[in-house]
T-cell receptor, first 110, second 116 residues
């Protein structure tokens, strides 16, 4: 069973708009990570947020974590066409593992 | 510094054939992982290794075997390929210094496998 699940499955916005995607998970975690995958490529790490953190920023990215609701959100501000990609959240799995959600496909239209 | 590399990039197999996918990393990472990615399913962990000479099963290990004879290499084997193994396979690694789940995973570019 998947630990993390992103919502929405797909999102289409205009360049310059903000994009928000969410991740919900089932069991308690130590940290949560967000990754980006461009079409046909491997995943690239974006940001890690620990369970004792509520918000974290990196450039145009803002991640929040609400452990009481077991959810996280990734906000991309002032989106660009180059942000078109799939975005995945990853949470602690068993042992030295990560569990990835099915991802959100973001399309940024010029 | 190439990071994580995978060979081959693409392969077509017939049902019942065998093959080995090679993952190599030049970052001296302890932990290595093999995932498969199917449409709408995200990434699912097949096998992983926490050091040279060690391997462990992940979420979907059936039909696959792995070996970690050298720290920099992690091999994924399909002994008798089945159409259900048609997928994109990704290798990843972490240093293991801080505890794997505290760290960034570095991914290879993927191997696209088609089993007919």
């Amino acid at each position: 069973s998947q630990q993390g699940e992103e919502d929405p499955q797909a999102l289409s916005i205009q360049e310059g708009e903000n994009a928000t995607m969410n991740c919900s998970y089932k069991t308690s975690i130590n940290n949560l990570q967000w990754y980006r995958q461009n079409s046909g490529r491997g995943l690239v790490h974006l940001i890690l947020i620990r369970s004792n953190e509520r918000e974290k920023h990196s450039g145009r990215l803002r991640v929040t974590l609400d452990t009481s609701k077991k959810s996280s959100s990734l906000l991309i501000t002032a989106s660009r066409a180059a942000d078109t990609a799939s975005y995945f959240c990853a949470t602690d799995g068993y042992g030295q593992n990560f569990v990835f959600g099915p991802g959100t496909r973001l399309s940024v239209l010029p | 510094n190439a990071g994580v590399t995978q060979t081959p990039k693409f392969r077509v197999l017939k049902t019942g054939q065998s093959m080995t996918l090679l993952c190599a990393q030049d970052m001296n990472h302890e932990y290595m992982y093999w995932y498969r990615q199917d449409p709408g399913m995200g990434l699912r962990l097949i096998h992983y290794s926490v050091g040279e000479g060690t391997t462990a099963k992940g979420e979907v290990p059936d039909g696959y075997n792995v070996s970690r004879l050298k720290k920099q290499n992690f091999l994924l084997g399909l002994e008798s390929a089945a159409p259900s193994q048609t997928s994109v396979y990704f290798c990843a690694s972490t240093s293991g210094l801080a505890g794997a789940q505290e760290e960034t995973q570095y991914f290879g570019p993927g191997t696209r496998l088609l089993v007919l």
